[in-house]
């Protein structure tokens, strides 16, 4: 099974503001509420194109519970290690007359010392039924920065590729664990190398730098312009068609999410990078965050066009 890793979790709570104006007050009809963190968007999606998933992380207090509870009622398998900390509430306001997002972050509870170590011995352990790992998203507060970089290390004397998707420090780190694949998009790979990248050529640099770090794969993706993949041997390219789109966040999770289950059906590279731009897709044209129809997937992998780079290089 795929077992993703979800450090941060977050109940995100949304409402529909009309006219959101800072310092006023505002009648609201119930928030729209979903179990959040980029990690537990992955899984749904790996749920949904009929992958088996395993969920886990850190949870704590009534909010943690709710969020299991919410998980249980879409049949989505969980293990998280249970924190004396309260797990951290999203709240953002959707103004739709004026077409704006505002967004308060909690920044989430602060992981002890023990609470690492157990967190260790309980991923060490989940690994063993595991036969890829994702882990998304930001750290609390007490994980130690170079978390990711040990979980790198756990999966490859397992055996087991390792795809991580986060950014700043932890990205930075994470890449010392030369995880299996990583997938920035354009801003954190800008942020990761700490200069402008203006053209293709200078991003496939940065992405190179990546690899020979030891990383097998960087997957870079570019929104509405598809996404290149940065092998050790092999550069690809995926164009993807205009098309008219409702809400893309959470394409690059949808993204990783198909990128898993191709490993996982033994799909070759060109098709793994087609069908995990056809997933980011599949999810923008979609009005939630995190959810793709399969059918829609399957309907747009054919119209990603993958070319290799590299040749004569
Ligand atoms: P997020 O953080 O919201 O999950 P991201 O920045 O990590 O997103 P993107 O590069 O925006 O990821 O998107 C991932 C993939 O989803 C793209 O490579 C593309 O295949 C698809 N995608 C994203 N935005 C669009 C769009 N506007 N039109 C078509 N496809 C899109």
Known sequence: ??????LNPAIDVSYHVQHFQIGHGHRVENGNKTAGGKGLNVSRVLQQLNSEV?????????????IKNQLDSVNLMHDFLEITGETRTCLAMLDPIAGTQTELMERGPTISKEEVE???????HLCQKANI????GSMPKGMPSPFYQEMGEITRELHIPF?????GN????????????????????????????????????????????????????????????????????AEIPEMEVKNPVGSGDSMLAGMAYALQQGFSISKSLAFACACGMANAVEEQ???????????????????????GR
């Open 1 to 6: 099974m795929i077992l993703t890793v979800t």
């Open 54 to 66: 395993l969920c886990t992380g850190l949870l704590g207090g009534s909010t943690g519970t709710w």
């Open 118 to 124: 157990r967190f260790r011995d309980h991923f060490k």
């Open 133 to 136: 790992v994702i882990a998304s």
């Open 163 to 167: 795809l991580l998707d986060t950014s």
């Open 170 to 237: 932890a990205l930075t780190e994470g890449i010392e664990g030369r995880p299996f694949l990583i997938k920035p998009n354009e801003m954190e790979l800008r942020a990761y190398v700490g200069r402008e990248l203006s053209n293709e050529e200078e991003m496939l640099e940065a992405a190179k730098i990546i690899c020979n770090k030891g990383v097998q794969y960087v997957l870079l993706s570019l929104g509405s312009k598809g996404a290149i993949l940065v092998g050790q041997e092999n550069i690809l390219k």
């Open 289 to 311: 965050t995190g959810y793709v129809e399969k059918v829609v997937v399957e309907k747009l992998v054919p119209q990603v066009k993958v070319t290799p780079l590299n040749e």
